[in-house]
């Protein structure tokens, strides 16, 4: 058994070590930025040494290797490419671009999508690092020589029109399935572009239950997740409410039998709806409403 001094020593030592612990946790390289400005710039994360892929991504974007430690060279990739928090990102200029070219916001690695601006603009790509070819592209482009924004909100509860790609089906689909969507209408904010239609995302079958006798009916809960703002941002969505009633008054594609929402969880975290009957009561093609969970500040495009 301790006595009193003893335990007062060991509590010191444990508040110590857990104090050490946190510490160490604070400095672990985010692998998580890492690996999400990867897929941003080339398609998918590496398995490489994080050293390897740092070295990588800093000669894509800048032709240079960056001096200061692995936290910070990871941090400040991160900021260029996704973050918002003191400028638009990498993400936000490049989409700005697109858009002005185009009117059409294509989801694909950024060098493909910089590419694809500068073959169309000048007939072939151009030499440089990731940052100058848009930084040049952009020049030319807009008058004032940068991507028009400016700050926005997208307010909690704003209607986002989505299309599936997949069919859902209390006969065929399975806990843990994907269903693809995309924005199918653009989203404004004081007529600022935050969300662009084609942003894609992901909903989760989260609970399948078979139709049975006795007039049990087939169930399917959707968990629904996020969408991509055009500065990157990501925006969590959900079906409440609002959503609901607009699903019902537009009719839209869904099938007499779908039910609406039911939060199963904490507000944000898990909702869905619930399909009756068959299969393919939500066919591929389906469109229907969300709703933003929360209020989202975001860089939105202006239009000159």
Same mark, same amino acid.
């Given at each position: ?40 710039? +080339? ?18 974007? +800048? ?16 900021? +260029? ?65 940068k991507v028009p924004f400016e700050k926005a909100t997208v307010p909690k509860n704003k209607l986002i029109k989505i299309k599936t790609f997949d069919k859902v089906s209390s006969v065929s689909s399975k806990s843990g399935d994907k269903v693809r969507f995309e924005v199918s209408e653009n ?9 662009? /239609? ?54 839209? /594609?869904?099938? /007499?039998?779908?039910?609406? /929402?039911?939060?199963?969880?904490p507000v944000g975290l898990v909702a869905g709806y619930f399909v009756k009957g068959n299969e393919e009561k939500l066919p591929k093609g389906s469109e229907l409403y969300v ?7 975001? +860089? ?5």
């Amino acid at each position: 058994m301790f006595n009193k001094k003893q335990a007062i020593v060991f509590l010191i030592i444990l508040s110590l070590f857990n104090f050490t612990v946190l510490t160490a946790t604070a400095q672990v390289v985010p692998v998580n930025k890492l690996s999400a400005v990867e897929i941003m710039i +080339y398609g998918n994360k590496s398995d490489e040494s994080i050293l390897k892929r740092i070295e990588r991504l800093e000669t894509t974007l +800048y032709k240079q290797k960056k001096e200061g430690s692995l936290i910070e060279r990871t941090n400040n990739i991160y900021n +260029y490419v996704l973050g918002n928090k003191e400028k638009p990102s990498l993400v936000f200029n490049l989409n700005g671009l697109e858009w002005s070219l185009t009117t059409n916001i294509t989801q694909d690695t950024a060098i493909n999508k910089l590419n694809k601006l500068e073959k169309m603009v000048f007939g072939e790509n151009k030499e440089g690092s990731l940052k100058e070819r848009i930084n040049y592209l952009t020049e030319i482009t807009f008058s004032k020589e940068k991507v028009p924004f400016e700050k926005a909100t997208v307010p909690k509860n704003k209607l986002i029109k989505i299309k599936t790609f997949d069919k859902v089906s209390s006969v065929s689909s399975k806990s843990g399935d994907k269903v693809r969507f995309e924005v199918s209408e653009n989203v404004y904010v004081d007529s600022k572009l935050v969300i662009p /239609a084609g942003s894609t995302g992901i909903l989760e079958v989260s609970n399948v239950e078979k139709s049975g006798n006795l007039g049990k009916e087939g169930k399917i809960n959707l968990k629904f997740s996020k969408v991509m703002g055009i500065d990157g941002s990501e925006i969590k969505i959900d079906l409440n409410e609002e959503a609901q009633m607009m699903n019902r008054s537009q009719q839209l /594609a869904l099938g /007499a039998s779908i039910l609406g /929402a039911a939060v199963l969880g904490p507000v944000g975290l898990v909702a869905g709806y619930f399909v009756k009957g068959n299969e393919e009561k939500l066919p591929k093609g389906s469109e229907l409403y969300v709703q933003t969970v929360t209020n989202n500040s975001v +860089y939105g495009f202006e239009f000159e």
